[in-house]
C-alpha cells in the first residue's frame, strides 16, 4: 500500500517539474510549450537512465552549485535594485498588503502550510532514499543537520527575492518575474549561466521523483 502512495506521488509531482521545465523553456526559447516540455523531459530521463541513483546524485551535486549561484544572485540583484526591505514596507503600504513584511502576520494560516510542507518532508521517500545511502549512520544524521541548516537562508533568499521583486513589478509577467528577470539582463553569458541555474533546480527535483518512482 505505501509503495501504491509514493509511486502516485512521484508520479504527480514530475509531473508539475515537466509542467515547470515547459514553461521555462517556452519563456528562454523560440519553441512551444509542449515541445519544451519534452525536451526538458529527454534530457532528465537521458541521464538518470544512464547514471541510475547515482548518477542523479552527481548531477543534483553539480545542479545545486548552478542553482546556489543563481539565488545568490537574484538576491543580490532584486535587493539593489528595488531599494531593499523599507521601498518594500512602502509599496506594500501603497497596494494595502496588511502584514506583508511581518513574521507573524496571519499566523494560523502560516503555522498549517508550515507544519503540512514540513511533515510532507519528513515521509518523502527519495529524501529517504539519500538518507538510507550513507555509508554510516553518523554520515546520515550530519548529512540531515547540514541540509536543515542550509535550507533556512536558502528558503530565506528566495523568499525575500519575491518580496523585492512586488517593488520592481506592478503585475506578474505572462512568463513569470524570474523568467523575465534573467531575459532583461545585458549579459547574454550572464542570463545563460542563471537559465541554467533555474532548470537545475527544476531537474534536480525531477530526476529524484523519476528514480524513485521507478524502484518503487
Known amino acids: 500500500m505505501l509503495t501504491i502512495f509514493i509511486i502516485i506521488f512521484m508520479v504527480i509531482a514530475s509531473a508539475v517539474q515537466v509542467i515547470v521545465i515547459g514553461r521555462f523553456f517556452h519563456a528562454f526559447f523560440d519553441i512551444g510549450y509542449a515541445n519544451g516540455a519534452i525536451l526538458g523531459t529527454v534530457i532528465v530521463l537521458t541521464y538518470s537512465l544512464f547514471g541510475g541513483f547515482k548518477g542523479v546524485v552527481l548531477t543534483d551535486l ?56 514540513g511533515t510532507s518532508w519528513m515521509i518523502q521517500a527519495n529524501i529517504w532514499q539519500r538518507i538510507s545511502a550513507a555509508k554510516k549512520g553518523s554520515d546520515a ?54 537559465f541554467v541555474g533555474l532548470c537545475s533546480a527544476i531537474m534536480s527535483t525531477m530526476d529524484s521523483l523519476i528514480n524513485t518512482g521507478a524502484l518503487s
Open 62 to 117: 553539480l545542479q545545486f552549485v548552478f542553482f546556489l549561484f543563481t539565488a545568490i544572485f537574484l538576491f543580490y540583484f532584486t535587493y539593489s535594485q528595488s531599494g531593499g526591505l523599507d521601498a518594500v514596507k512602502m509599496t506594500a503600504v501603497v497596494k494595502a498588503k496588511e502584514g506583508y513584511t511581518s513574521f507573524f502576520s496571519n499566523v494560523a494560516d502560516n503555522l498549517a502550510y508550515v507544519i503540512t510542507f
Open 141 to 194: 544524521k550530519k548529512m540531515m543537520l547540514m541540509s536543515f541548516l542550509a535550507f533556512i537562508p536558502l528558503y530565506l533568499m528566495v523568499t525575500y527575492t519575491g518580496m523585492f521583486s512586488s517593488v520592481l513589478y506592478e503585475t506578474v509577467p505572462e512568463n513569470g518575474i524570474i523568467p523575465d528577470l534573467i531575459s532583461k539582463l545585458r549579459s547574454p553569458i550572464l542570463s545563460a549561466v542563471l
